[in-house]
């Protein structure tokens, strides 16, 4: 079954991603209201903590996603790198299906078991250590509920990747909608009604909760649809599962190390500001990273949306349709991404200046970020493309890029006492000197293009949607 975006899924995706990646601006009124500047800083240390624990299902989560869509679209047999077995009659293979979704529950569950065990250990020593002087028996309580809501965001995760596997966009990004106004609800109730920083840890355990949920809802009733019922309760032999974890696990581990050098290249400033400025230094910083990545994320929100379109056309072997959606993404994320920067600057400084008016985020500060994160989420589109093929050619690259900028800062803020500018610095130079150049430039050369040449076509085929013609891809 050939996987195609409609506009639908389209502006669900970009709501989805508000809402996701937004959520730092949507609670920030409340936060700014309630927390004073130590507490709010403690909240952001939790926040990157739970990023931290997202790192080891993003490995998985891609790949789980692409083989469910390779399977989705006719593949009978999987493979650990590059060209997949197809079936000549693109006939769904359910039993294939049934051993991929029992591999991903039991990945799921020994991740989500193994990072409780890190933080309840590790991290509580972590949290003492940064924040000793603030917590008491109200806060250590607050610390078990978020500890109880990364488990669960962890274990049901599988649900996201089986959604975005099988193309239902749109649903995914429903559930993210939906749970999030749930969560700001939650979070601006119990904080009004005095339960303070516990409040806002038990609304981020009802979002995770309730976004699974809704998840599992819509999962079950697409593949009810697409093909009748298929027992996805069917006993797996527990080889088919070793087997299959096998096969992907070449792919995913270079995945989970792509996302642990995603997450040095965009949150880890924030630990390292955490050791070497105070904690409402940190929460500053902090928050100037969310925003300028909130407006990163939501630029390219229009690719995410069309990677099981590009799935698809690789297992179709439509490389001409590839070109066009590659094109046309590149194209809508740098309009976009600048087009938010320069409204952040313009309207999101003098909003939070009014919301918290002892707090002032430098724009200088805030432009060297937004410049770091456009190079870092613009090479991120360039390596998307080449996973979509079953190549992560890239990891070496970005996890070495990653710790030359943890290094670079440790170094710039302890022995020349730079700041947060010595973070920024060293996250620029990390990636100029090899990934913002060399994976644009191999996929240039794959498809024999420059990248005028990218723009024009990314520019036409955006102009056709918006039209409302067909193009590949596209559904309307």
Same mark, same amino acid.
């Given at each position: 079954m050939k996987i195609t975006? =409609?506009?639908?899924?389209?502006? !669900?995706?970009?709501a989805g991603t508000l809402f996701s990646m937004g959520m730092g601006y949507l609670l920030l009124p409340f936060l700014l209201l309630y927390f004073d500047d130590d507490t709010l800083g403690l909240w952001y240390i939790f926040m990157n903590l739970a990023n931290v624990a997202n790192l080891f299902v993003f490995g998985f989560s891609p790949s789980f996603a692409r083989n469910i869509a390779y399977c989705w679209n006719g593949a @009978?047999? #999987?493979?650990? $790198? *590059?060209? &997949?077995?197809?079936? /000549?009659s693109d006939r769904f293979n359910p039993e294939l299906f049934v051993v991929i979704l029992k591999t991903? $529950?039991?990945v799921y569950f020994i991740i989500a078991v193994t990072m409780l065990l890190c933080f309840v250990s590790i991290g509580t020593v972590y949290v003492r250590h940064v924040a000793g002087h603030l917590l008491s028996g109200a806060y250590y309580f607050a610390w078990f509920v978020f500890l109880a809501a990364v488990f669960l965001n962890l274990y049901f995760g599988y649900y996201v990747s089986l959604l975005s596997g099988i193309g239902r966009v749109a649903e995914k990004n429903?559930?993210? /909608? #939906?749970? =999030? +106004?749930i969560r700001i609800s939650m979070t601006a109730l119990l904080l009004r009604g005095g339960m303070g920083f516990l409040g806002a840890c038990l609304a981020y355990l009802a979002y995770g909760f309730v976004f699974r949920i809704i998840c599992r809802c819509f999962f079950d009733r697409a593949l009810k649809e697409a093909y009748g019922k298929i027992e996805c309760g069917t006993k797996i032999d527990i080889q088919e599962i070793r087997n299959c974890? #096998?096969?992907i696990w070449p792919n995913t581990w270079r995945e989970g190390l792509v996302s642990v050098s995603d997450y040095l290249c965009t949150q880890a400033g924030t630990i390292v500001a955490s050791f070497f400025l105070t904690l409402a230094q940190t929460g500053q910083f902090s928050l100037a990273v969310q925003l300028v990545t909130v407006v990163a994320r939501l630029s390219r929100s229009f690719q995410i949306a069309h990677i099981p379109a590009l799935q698809s056309a690789y297992i179709s072997e439509d490389k001409e349709a590839g070109r066009k959606i590659h094109s046309m993404c590149i194209f809508v994320y740098c309009i976009v991404f600048w087009t938010g920067f320069a409204? #952040?600057?313009? /309207? *999101?400084l003098p909003v939070i200046s009014i919301i918290k008016p002892g707090m002032e985020l430098d724009a200088y500060v805030l432009t060297g970020i937004g410049i770091s994160q456009f190079i870092i989420v613009f090479r991120n589109c360039y390596a998307s493309y080449l996973s979509t093929t079953?190549? +992560? @050619? &890239? !990891?070496? *690259?970005f996890i070495i890029s990653g710790i030359v900028l943890v290094i670079g800062s440790v170094l710039l803020l302890y022995f020349l006492d730079m700041g947060v500018w010595g973070i920024i610095i060293s996250s620029v130079f990390s990636e100029l000197v090899y990934n913002a150049w060399k994976w644009p430039y191999q996929v240039h050369s794959e498809l024999a293009f420059s990248f005028t040449d990218m723009l024009s076509i990314g520019y036409k085929n955006l102009i056709t949607i918006i039209l409302g013609r067909n193009d590949e891809g596209i559904r309307e």
């Open positions: 975006i =409609s506009k639908k899924d389209i502006i !669900w995706n970009y @009978e047999k #999987l493979a650990a $790198k *590059g060209k &997949y077995n197809k079936a /000549v991903c $529950k039991t429903k559930a993210q /909608v #939906l749970a =999030s +106004i974890f #096998l096969t409204a #952040l600057l313009a /309207v *999101g079953n190549r +992560i @050619e &890239y !990891w070496k *690259g």
